[in-house]
């Protein structure tokens, strides 16, 4: 059954420093998603990406997160200069249909960033 | 602020009960309604989705949509240890251009052998 893939699976970094976060989503699938979940909250929708551009953005997508299709298969996340406040698990997503009702979106299993 | 909100729990059910977890959300054109399965660590799992009004039945699964109250369960028939988890309700609004995905803080349930 495809699925959604991230790398890596646990990423410990300085703050202020820059981190990358891969994605592969589903093959098939056209809208593709970043949601953060800081331990023990809510899951948080950070941005989605459809055609080549950002489609909507949540207010803690500021100017030090990007996110870019480099290739036909990778989706990555980079947050520019990290903070404390950044620490939190980070699951890619996607989905198969354009924005209609019926959007089912798949979770990758999620990267947890620990920014020291 | 669009809001989803749910019981935290735990929501402890013996097993081979039915667990019965209750959703509401604020923004009143949501269109889309989903409930993901999160266990301990892990990355949400889409169990079930439902769009229109009335029952959604998919196996021990049951989702229950009423529109003018604003209003989602979902019932777990037979209950298992293994359905021991986080269960996350999500809305997605039809103004959602980017669709996307405002999830509530879930209800953790656990069932007892």
């Known amino acids: 059954e495809p699925e959604v893939t991230q790398t890596p699976s646990h990423q410990v970094t300085q703050m202020g420093q820059e981190v990358i976060l891969r994605c592969v989503p589903i093959?098939?699938?056209?809208?593709f998603y970043w949601y953060r979940q800081i331990l023990g909250q809510k899951v948080e929708f950070l941005v989605s990406?459809?055609?080549?551009?950002?489609?909507?953005k949540s207010e803690i997508f500021d100017d030090q997160f990007s996110v870019e299709r480099p290739d036909g298969s990778n989706f990555t996340l980079k947050i520019r200069s990290t903070k404390l406040e950044d620490s939190a698990m980070y699951f890619c997503a996607s989905s198969e249909e354009l924005a209609g009702v019926y959007n089912e979106q798949f979770f990758g299993p999620g990267t947890r960033l620990t920014v020291l | 602020q669009k809001e989803v909100e749910q019981n935290s729990g735990p929501l402890s059910v013996p097993e081979g009960a039915i667990a019965s977890l209750n959703c509401t959300y604020s923004d009143r054109v949501s269109q889309s309604f989903f409930w993901y399965r999160q266990y301990s660590g892990k990355s949400p799992e889409l169990i079930m989705s439902i769009y229109s009004n009335g029952d959604k039945e998919d196996g021990r699964f049951t989702a229950q949509l009423n529109k003018a109250s604003q209003y989602v369960s979902l019932l777990i028939r037979d209950s298992q240890p293994s359905d021991s988890a986080t269960y996350l309700c999500?809305?997605?609004?039809?103004?959602?251009?980017?669709?996307?995905?405002?999830f509530g803080g879930g209800t953790r349930v656990l069932v007892k052998p």
């Open positions: 093959s098939n699938h056209l809208y």
């Open positions: 999500a809305v997605r609004s039809s103004k959602a251009a980017g669709n996307k995905l405002t």
């Open positions: 990406f459809y055609n080549n551009e950002i489609s909507e």
